[in-house]
């Protein structure tokens, strides 16, 4: 094993065989088809932004197939792909959906960037058209109006920081529908500030008021009741949600993992959105092949029974359906005697290799110590870095992790150049060998693996109540995505009565009586 991989600081590595390169050519020209029907549920979809993966991916690399343990010699400058026409149809549609969603994103920061711009700029334009159109005819103001100006420049100050804070935020997806209570607030902004221009314009402008102070003043109340609406904002926004008033279960649908959540009052696409930032950080990655093992389970049975028809051809296919339905009930005795030795058998082999693995790891960790004494006798520029390190003991553990990783089925997840990042992280860092296989003895959650392995671009929201109603005790929607899907089932928390009791400090109270006795 030592002696077969070779590794170079400046090159990927492939381990491509002409049987693994025909297997991938044939994943890659398969696509998934719904097979949803016709419901009368509302369907709506939900498109997260683009954001960088969480691991660093060359673009140019190629792709890497499952026997990197033992196949890690080959080392390619170039890959091949092919595109089937399915793949490029799915690709333009993705297109075209992404550029109608970032029009609509972009379209609302633009309206909410006006208004904000128009709100910061009416005060002061209050105080500066009568300086610039009748300033000959103001009444002197002196020490009042200075004061007014610098409670405005404080008071503006402070709305432009709350704003920021409040509103313009980095979007984490588009939501189908608009948020309800945030398109009130620019509508009664704008028609807050449209009625102090209809009114400033009538009985100042027209007028040519000589009071400069009450212009003054007049500004000073706009921009205190713009603060008063920025407190709504974060009532509305922020704190009406903060109390748990719903717990929702969620639940996935190919293998049933489940967990709980406390939200508050939130609409259902809000709702939806909190159900998938947890789904990322809380739910185990999934993983399709841990479900083909039933699935091939039950085709082998069925495919053990045979039907003949001793009564010529003149018989349906519904009674050899029947016979084979009978067949496999009379056989339902003896299958769970088979699942119980299959998964000892399971458990069995996935305990020895985890053996295997945790002494190889502990091995190439103690051989890293031994390198790290003999570099600190060598001059400072002969030394190692954490990535030479990290692939100078791989090949040590390479074929223990790979037969671990086969046999609890995760090798999908972990490419031979995320685990040399993970080990170099833990060289570096300085840690056991028990948290460098953390990650591949526990199954982790879904963010801990190679975002281009899990993540999902879009999410499709299936409800019959409309998304932007608020959550009812009873509502059940329904996130979809490729591969599976994930039902969430909202309660209302139950109102709680709670009763006092006193208990009265005496009643512990008590009295030891002795009573001597002597012998006779």
């Not at 009416?122 to 004061?147: N, S």
């Amino acid at each position: 094993m030592d002696t077969e991989s070779t590794y170079s600081g400046y090159s990927h590595y492939s381990g491509h065989s002409k049987k693994a390169h025909r297997q991938g050519s044939r994943d890659r020209h398969k696509s998934p088809r719904s097979k949803d029907g016709s419901r009368s549920e509302k369907s709506v979809t939900i498109q997260t932004p683009p954001a960088e993966p969480l691991l660093g991916n060359d673009s140019s690399r190629a792709e890497e197939d499952d026997n990197w343990g033992e196949t890690t010699t080959a080392i390619t400058g170039t890959s091949e792909h092919s595109v089937s026409q399915e793949d490029i149809a799915r690709i333009s549609k993705d297109l075209e959906d992404s550029v109608g969603l970032d029009c609509k994103r972009y379209l609302g920061l633009t309206v909410a960037a006006v208004l904000g711009l128009l709100v910061f700029l009416t005060p002061i334009a209050f105080i500066l058209l009568p300086q610039i159109l009748w300033r000959d005819d103001l009444e002197p103001c002196g020490t009042v109006c200075e004061g007014l100006f610098i409670s405005v420049a404080f008071k503006l100050l402070i709305l432009l920081i709350g704003t920021w804070a409040l509103f313009f935020r980095q979007p984490k997806a588009d939501v189908p529908r608009v948020f309800v209570f945030r398109a009130i607030l620019l509508v009664l902004i704008f028609l807050f500030v449209f009625s102090y221009w209809l009114f400033y314009g009538v009985r100042i402008l027209d007028s040519k008021d000589t009071n400069y102070q009450g212009i003054v003043q007049y500004a000073v109340s706009l921009v205190d009741a713009l603060l008063f609406i920025h407190y709504l904002a974060i009532v509305l926004l922020e704190l009406r949600q903060l109390q748990p008033m719903f717990t929702v279960k969620v639940v996935r649908s190919t293998d049933g993992e489940s967990r709980y959540y406390s939200l508050g009052h939130l609409s259902i696409q809000r709702a939806a959105l909190v159900v998938l930032e947890n789904y990322y950080k809380d739910f185990t990655v999934y993983n399709p092949a841990l479900l083909t093992a039933s699935k091939s389970r039950a085709a082998k049975h069925m495919a053990g029974l045979k039907v003949y028809n001793v009564d010529g051809p003149g018989n349906n296919a519904s009674g050899q359906s029947r016979a084979m339905i009978a067949a496999a009930a009379r056989r339902r005795d003896s299958s769970h005697n088979e699942l119980y030795h299959e998964e000892a058998d399971h458990e069995r082999r996935v305990k020895k290799r985890r053996a295997r693995l945790v002494v190889a790891v502990e091995e190439a960790f103690t051989h890293i110590k031994r390198l790290e004494t003999e570099e600190q006798q060598k001059a400072p520029g002969e030394m190692m870095d954490p990535r030479e390190a990290a692939q100078a003991i791989f090949p040590s553990m390479a074929r223990a992790l790979q037969k671990y990783l086969r046999t609890t089925r995760q090798q999908q997840y972990h490419s031979m150049e995320s685990i040399l990042q993970h080990l170099s992280f833990c060289i570096t860092n300085n840690m056991t060998p028990k948290a460098f296989l953390e990650r591949y003895l526990n199954p982790g959650p879904t963010l801990q693996y190679d975002r281009d392995r899990w993540f999902s671009k879009q999410w499709t929201l299936v409800s019959e109540e409309a998304v932007t109603s608020g959550l009812q005790d009873g509502i059940v929607f329904v996130l979809k995505c490729l591969d599976f899907s994930l039902v969430v089932n909202v309660k209302k928390i139950p109102f709680i009565k709670l009763s006092e009791e006193f208990i009265d400090p005496k009643s512990h109270k008590f009295v030891l009586r002795l009573q001597s006795e002597t012998s006779v």
